[in-house]
C-alpha cells in the first residue's frame, strides 16, 4: 500500500515505566489527540502487572493478591478490549494513539492493522508470525508471541499491543492468557539463535506500523511544557 504522506505519526519511547504512569500517559495523549494533537505510537516496557480487560474473569487470575504483592506483581483492570495478559521488563509494549477517523471507523479492520504490523515486524528478524482464526493477536506455530486489547475513546484508540522479546515467560503462569486454557506463550529471542534488543524490535515496529497503516513517519514527540508538568 503506497505511503500517505499526509497522514503522518510521531514516537514516544517511554522507556520503563509502572502500568498507572503508563496509563496516565495514555490519557493525556488521547486528551492532545481529541484537541487536534498528532497521531503516536508509544513505546515502552512495563514493570510487572497483569491487566483484566473488560471481557475478562477474575477466576483467569490464578493467584491472590496477596501472592501477587509477593512477587512483585500489581493487578489492574482496565478499560480495553480482552481478557487477562502480564506485561513486564523484555516485553515490547505499544500504544498507538490515533484517531480511527482516518481508518473509517473500523475496529475490526484496525485490530486487523495491529495484528499484520506484528507479523511485519517479526519478519524483519526472520520468525513467520500469523493469525489464527478467531483468536485475536499473533502467534509462531501453536504459540503465542503477542497480544492485542484495544479501548476507544470518542474515535481515539488506545490501549495496543504488547510483543515478547525477551521477558520471563514464567510470568504468564500466574494467569490463563487471554483467557485461552492451555495456551503456550514464546519469545522473539526464544526463537533465535542471535537475540535481539528493544531499542532493535522497536526500531522494527516503527518501520512496520507506518507500512502498515500507509503513514508517514515524522520523528520523536516531544510534550509541550505544559503537558510534561501534569505527568511529573
Known amino acids: ?26 490519557e493525556c495523549l ?31 487470575v490464578l493467584l491472590n493478591r496477596e501472592d501477587l504483592a509477593q512477587r512483585g506483581i500489581a493487578c489492574h ?7 487477562v495478559t502480564w506485561h513486564g521488563p523484555g516485553q515490547l ?7 480511527l477517523d482516518s481508518f473509517g471507523r473500523d475496529l475490526h479492520r ?10 511485519l515486524a517479526l519478519a524483519a528478524f526472520g520468525i513467520h508470525g500469523e493469525r489464527l482464526n478467531g483468536k ?8 503465542k508471541i503477542a497480544s492485542i486489547g484495544v479501548g476507544v475513546r470518542r474515535w481515539v484508540a488506545w490501549h495496543g499491543l504488547a ?25 522473539l529471542n526464544a526463537l533465535r539463535a542471535l537475540p535481539v534488543s528493544l531499542a532493535e524490535v522497536e526500531d522494527a515496529l516503527i518501520h512496520a506500523f507506518a507500512a502498515t497503516f ?3 513517519y515524522a520523528g520523536d514527540y516531544e510534550f509541550p511544557p505544559e503537558t510534561e508538568a501534569r505527568l511529573a
Open 77 to 83: 483492570r482496565v478499560g480495553r478490549g480482552g481478557d
Open 214 to 216: 500507509s503513514l508517514s
Open 163 to 187: 510483543l515478547n522479546v525477551d521477558p520471563d515467560l514464567r510470568g504468564f503462569s500466574a494467569i490463563v492468557p487471554c483467557g485461552l486454557s492451555g495456551v503456550a506463550m514464546t519469545s
Open 1 to 26: 500500500m503506497p505511503m500517505n504522506t499526509a497522514l503522518r505519526f510521531q514516537t514516544l519511547r517511554a522507556g520503563r515505566l509502572d502500568y498507572e504512569a503508563g496509563l496516565a500517559l495514555q
Open 110 to 119: 484496525y485490530l486487523r492493522l495491529l495484528e499484520e504490523t506484528l507479523i
Open 93 to 99: 509494549v505499544a500504544y498507538p494513539i490515533v484517531h
Open 136 to 143: 485475536t493477536g499473533v502467534w509462531v506455530g501453536e504459540r
Open 30 to 60: 488521547v486528551e492532545r489527540r481529541l484537541q487536534g494533537g498528532p497521531e503516536i505510537l508509544v513505546l515502552l516496557e512495563h514493570d510487572p502487572v497483569i491487566t483484566l480487560g473488560r471481557g475478562a474473569r477474575d477466576a483467569h
